[in-house]
Structure formats: structure tokens, C-alpha cells
């Protein structure tokens, strides 16, 4: 049996961390918007995380063309407490942004369940990107 040198040894660990990094499947990086409590934006975080988003904290469509709005709605005596998300994408800085996803309001007031349930994984965003329901829409409206 050959015996392997220091050299040899850090040569391996090297390619393999780089294999690793290679093959690893790739974040899809998205700006994240949303109007909710500290504790609340903490969690939404890592539940983006855990579905499969790496969060930009570049300004603006600056690093991604996509940003995740997620809009809490507090309960009054009309409307119930809601969450409902919505991904908007800009294909360059001359462009308006265009709404991709919107996701019906889930009643509810909590954060994790409304993610869980609402959140398109970035497969199913990725396919929506390539075939729009509706391109029409700009998400600037008057």
C-alpha cells in the first residue's frame, strides 16, 4: 500500500470540495419585499432558504431579476388576517416589472404556514418565467 504526502492529501480534500461546490445545484437568487415583523421577516428567511431561494441583499433587481413580495394583510372588523405573495420579474433596467406569480390570499397569521403553502418552489418559478400566464399585466399599474 502507497502511503500519500501531506501534498497528496490536501490535493484530494481540494478536489473534492470543488467537485462538490460543482455539482451542487445552483440557489436561484431573489430580492425579497415585505411589511412584517422582525421576527416574522426572520423566519420567512429561512423558510425561503429551506424551499430553495438564496436571498439578494444587492439593491433592487440589481443581482436578480426576480423579487418575492410578500404582503400582510392585519385582521379588522371588515377584511381577515391574511398573507398572499406575489414574484415579480424585470428582464433588464429599461423594462417595466411584469407580475410572473400571484398566489390567492391565505387566511391565516402565520408566516411559515402561508410560505409553506404559497411559496412556488424555483422549478415551478423557473417554468412560469419561461411559459407567462399572462404577459400583458405590468406590475406598475396606474
Same mark, same amino acid.
Given at each position: 500500500m ?11 480534500? +481540494?478536489?473534492a470540495?470543488?467537485?462538490? #461546490? +460543482? ?6 437568487? $431573489?430580492?425579497?419585499?415585505? #411589511? ?8 420567512? !428567511?429561512? *423558510? ?8 439578494? =441583499? ?8 426576480? +423579487?418575492?413580495? $410578500? ?6 372588523? $371588515? !377584511?381577515?388576517?391574511?398573507?398572499? *405573495?406575489?414574484?415579480? =420579474?424585470?428582464?433588464?433596467?429599461r423594462?417595466?416589472?411584469? &407580475? ?10 402565520? $408566516? &411559515?404556514?402561508?410560505? #409553506? ?22 406590475? +406598475?399599474? #396606474?
Amino acid at each position: 500500500m502507497k502511503k500519500f504526502t501531506l501534498f497528496s492529501v490536501i490535493v484530494m480534500l +481540494a478536489s473534492a470540495l470543488l467537485t462538490w #461546490n +460543482a455539482i451542487a445545484l445552483p440557489m436561484t437568487k $431573489i430580492h425579497m419585499l415585505e #411589511n412584517l415583523t422582525p421576527e416574522e421577516s426572520i423566519l420567512a !428567511e429561512k *423558510i425561503i432558504g429551506k424551499k430553495g431561494y438564496l436571498l439578494s =441583499h444587492q439593491p433592487l433587481f440589481k443581482e436578480s431579476h426576480e +423579487a418575492l413580495m $410578500i404582503t400582510k394583510v392585519i385582521a379588522t372588523e $371588515i !377584511e381577515p388576517a391574511s398573507f398572499q *405573495i406575489e414574484v415579480v =420579474h424585470q428582464d433588464d433596467s429599461r423594462s417595466i416589472p411584469k &407580475s410572473v406569480f400571484k398566489s390567492p390570499k391565505l387566511e391565516t397569521t402565520d $408566516i &411559515s404556514e402561508a410560505l #409553506n403553502k404559497l411559496l412556488p418552489t424555483p422549478d415551478k418559478l423557473k417554468h412560469t418565467l419561461v411559459h407567462p400566464v399572462d404577459e400583458s399585466t405590468p406590475f +406598475a399599474e #396606474n
